[in-house]
């Protein structure tokens, strides 16, 4: 079973910026999809990103669209986000997952089985 481990998270101001990264246990074929999930206290877990490992597919919640990039290095089996002009409700422990094939309903939580420890963002303002 896959098994990821993220890393990248800590404190920022607002406006400021943070690179996450997702390492995975084993390589991915093309069509394999990872996605980036968050929670906040309180709240319930969300799809923020995913991308397939050939690249061709690449999916943003509307939240973060034009602030946040994911991309991936397949010669690392790794997975980033990069996340500029963070605003405080970017906060939240950040997960990163495998799910469905070509990302096919990659927002819904309770299709993932693979969840990592996640890093915490912390944005202040």
């Known amino acids: 079973q896959v098994q990821p481990m993220e890393s990248g998270g800590g404190s920022v101001e607002a406006g400021g910026s943070l690179r996450l990264s997702c390492a995975l246990s084993v390589s991915l074929s093309w069509s394999n999809c990872v996605a980036w999930f968050r929670q906040g206290i309180g709240e319930e877990r969300e799809g923020v990103a995913s991308?397939?490992?050939?690249?061709?597919?690449?999916l943003y919640a509307d939240s973060v669209k034009g602030r946040f990039t994911i991309s991936q290095d397949n010669a690392k089996n790794t997975v980033y986000l990069q996340m500029n002009s963070l605003k405080p409700e970017d906060t939240g422990m950040y997960h990163c997952?495998?799910?469905?094939?070509?990302?096919?309903?990659?927002?819904?939580?309770?299709?993932?089985?693979?969840w990592g420890q996640g890093t915490q963002v912390s944005v202040t303002s």
């Open positions: 991308i397939t490992a050939g690249g061709a597919i690449v």
């Open positions: 997952a495998v799910v469905a094939d070509y990302c096919t309903q990659w927002t819904i939580v309770s299709l993932v089985n693979n």
